[in-house]
């Protein structure tokens, strides 16, 4: 592609109406007009700027992004026309609005080792885990507020869980996973300022599998999690501070001088979920009844766990790392394999075990991948390659190529609606924002 947003193909003119859905001032007058057909996005998004400075002398350029039928150009005018055997005999009709690229880059928050957890589902802050066995609270870039100590070896997942509760208290809850077979619950004042990173032990700790445990997610209500391990065991778990079952165990804090008493119960799992024959690499708990797992067996799997078993099996024919649920209606599954693939499924189509959407940009396994929140569309990947990508369901290529770790891609999160945030083998929380979703 010419730097001017043109192909090198033969040109013809075509006549086009642009339409959007964004408010002024971002409109840009009704009438069609004659463009060459080998324009590609860059060459669009320069007409609509254009049109946009002749009658706004302030106007600043903005990228933008174009659709036919529902369908995002990612070649030229005239490459989708063939390919899509539209007409261009009459005027068409494309709509455009703000391209979904990053347009800032934040100062990254170094760790001391691997940062391979992430959630950043609260606008306030973002929550990591790390290779050096803590998790850390950050208010923004390089800004550790809070750092979880008390797992003996690696984080390897982090959820937020008590999102519903966050209107009524100040206090959040975190549940940490880690290679030392434990899974560990945390409180913070999301209030609590200080100057200096501010200690913070587990209230409880659940124990149970019998092997590293790879992934932890929440019930949407907050008073249960599940975790998935190597054990091939997916265990679920209550969150309240005492259950029927735990124990109490005193540890000791020191402040000014003084010994006080800080009490931290042990649970036992409430039930467990059991089926996989390898490791369970990824959990999400988006309904109140459904879990989804996936694992390194090749196969993804659908829960009720009421009934303790699966209800619906699908297999990919390779290892899948990674899993996250949401897009249209939040129904929609994605995964990510060791053959570099990003996948869509659709559960709600019985009968149908093949994916509805594959990506294959990345070039080599995926680590992480995970829907915006709000969006039907949008969803971001991790991969070993050392790129995040940001996809959107209507065109098989990346809208955006994140290249700001220097080494393998462990985890990465939506954080603000605008941003991605994203942990390496760099040992750096990279923040990427100015989405516009």
């Known amino acids: 592609m010419d730097n001017d947003g043109a192909s090198d193909e033969p040109s013809r003119r075509v006549h086009v109406r642009f339409v959007t859905k964004l408010k002024a001032p971002f409109k840009v007058p009704s009438t069609s007009i004659a463009i060459p057909s080998n324009l590609t996005r860059m060459g669009l998004s320069a007409i609509v700027n254009n049109l946009l400075q002749a009658v706004n002398d302030d106007w600043q350029l903005e990228p933008f992004d174009f659709l036919i039928g529902g369908e995002l150009i990612r070649m030229s005018l005239e490459e989708f026309l ?11 009709e494309i709509e455009y609005g703000k391209a979904a690229i990053p347009r800032r880059e934040e100062e990254p928050s170094l760790h001391d080792d691997w940062v391979s957890a992430i959630d950043g589902s609260n606008p306030g802050f973002i929550v990591t885990g790390c290779y050096d066995n803590l998790g850390r609270v950050w208010k923004g870039a390089d800004l550790c507020s809070h750092i979880l100590e008390g797992h003996g070896d690696p984080i390897t997942s982090i959820t937020i869980v008590n999102q519903k509760g966050l209107s009524s208290s100040n206090h959040t809850t975190f549940a940490t996973a880690s290679k030392d077979k434990t899974v560990r619950l945390w409180k913070f004042d999301v209030e609590d300022s200080t100057e200096q990173s501010t200690k913070i032990r587990a209230y409880k700790i659940l124990s149970g599998h019998t092997a590293s445990i790879q992934s932890v997610a929440a019930q949407p209500s907050g ?8 054990d091939c065991s997916i ?31 042990e649970g ?17 708990w988006p309904e109140h009844n459904t879990i989804y797992s996936a694992s390194w067996d090749h196969s993804i799997r659908k829960w009720d766990i009421e009934r303790e078993e699966a209800t619906d099996e699908r297999y990919t024919g390779k290892v899948v790392n990674c899993l996250d649920v949401g897009g249209e209606s939040s129904a929609l599954v994605a995964t990510g394999s060791s053959d570099s693939v990003l996948r869509v499924w659709d559960p709600r189509k019985p009968g149908t075990t093949a994916p509805i959407f594959q990506f294959s940009s990345h070039g080599s396994w995926i680590s992480s991948c995970k829907w915006h929140k709000t969006s039907w569309f949008h969803l971001a990947s991790a991969s070993y390659d050392g790129k995040v990508m940001l996809w959107d369901l209507r065109t098989a290529w990346p809208l955006a190529i994140i290249g700001s770790h220097n080494d393998k891609v462990l985890c990465v999160d939506w954080w603000k609606d605008d941003s991605i945030v994203s942990g390496g083998a760099d040992s750096k929380l990279c923040i990427s924002s100015g989405i516009s979703v």
């Open 82 to 92: 063939v390919a899509k055997g539209i007409s261009a005999e009459k005027v068409l």
């Open 235 to 265: 265990k679920l778990w209550r969150t309240d501070q005492l259950d029927a079952g735990s124990d109490q165990v005193s540890t000791k804090k020191r402040k000014t001088g003084v010994d006080d008493v800080e009490v931290q119960t």
């Open 268 to 284: 036992e799992a409430s039930s467990t979920l059991v089926g996989h024959t390898q490791c369970v690499s990824s959990v999400s």
């Open 223 to 230: 008073d249960r999690i599940c975790s998935g391990s190597w």
